[in-house]
T-cell receptor, first 111, second 116 residues
Framework: QQQVKQSPQSLIVQKGGIPIINCAYE??????FPWYQQFPGKGPALLIA?????SEKKEGRFTISFNKSAKQFSLHIMDSQPGDSATYFC??????????FGTGTSLTVIP | GAVVSQHPSWVICKSGTSVKIECRSL??????MFWYRQFPKQSLMLMAT?????????EQGVEKDKFLINHASLTLSTLTVTSAHPEDSSFYIC????????????FGSGTRLTVV
């Protein structure tokens, strides 16, 4: 059973575009929602995270939008660059006891 | 920030042998470490949660006799793949966070295991 559903599976945007990756969850006990970026052959790296009492969080070019009532959250990458080409995973956790990952989105930013 | 070191980054072994992968928290003490397995172009699958000084908690379907986890100190957890077979070939990743600070959860760089 997939605790966190992620879409799309892959995404191609032009440089400067704003890719949006969406995730949905069912368990309302989740209290922490991080996004990770992973390059081939490397471990995931934390990009940005949000807690359910906040509807939006920005860090640099990355923004998380959180809709608690819809149980959805999304990642927006502003002014995307070729260097942003990677796989992105959303995740959810309850007090850090376990992290449930989405299925991943492969992003390609075309120069 | 929290730094997690994983070693080796890649290993090739013969079928039937055992391989040990180390996961170290370099600048913090980690009472809990997680071990994941990732197949190409797929998500991370939690294999087990490693707790310092106690037995690891394995996820359903993960053979604990095959994937031995030892968390003997607050900075080191090891995953041993015993009697490895080609189907065990995968990317193994660990993660950890400082006690009570799961927002600082950090991943190791991963270990590519190839069993021939």
């Amino acid at each position: 059973q997939q605790q966190v559903k992620q879409s799309p599976q892959s995404l191609i945007v032009q440089k400067g575009g704003i890719p949006i990756i969406n995730c949905a969850y069912e368990n309302t006990a989740f209290d922490y929602f991080p996004w990770y970026q992973q390059f081939p052959g490397k471990g995931p790296a934390l990009l940005i995270a949000i807690r359910p009492d906040v509807s939006e969080k920005k860090e640099g070019r990355f923004t998380i939008s959180f809709n608690k009532s819809a149980k959805q959250f999304s990642l927006h990458i502003m002014d995307s660059q070729p260097g942003d080409s990677a796989t992105y995973f959303c995740a959810a956790s309850i007090l850090g006891n376990q992290f449930y990952f989405g299925t991943g989105t492969s992003l390609t930013v075309i120069p | 920030g929290a730094v997690v070191s994983q070693h080796p980054s890649w290993v090739i072994c013969k079928s039937g042998t055992s391989v040990k992968i180390e996961c170290r928290s370099l600048d913090f003490q980690a009472t809990t470490m997680f071990w994941y397995r990732q197949f190409p172009k797929q998500s991370l699958m939690l294999m087990a949660t490693s707790n310092e000084g106690s037995k690891a908690t394995y996820e359903q379907g993960v053979e604990k006799d095959k994937f031995l986890i030892n968390h003997a100190s607050l900075t080191l957890s090891t995953l041993t793949v015993t009697s490895a077979h080609p189907e065990d070939s995968s990317f193994y990743i660990c993660s950890a966070y400082p006690r009570g600070r799961y927002e600082a959860c950090t991943f190791g760089s991963g270990t590519r295991l190839t069993v021939v």
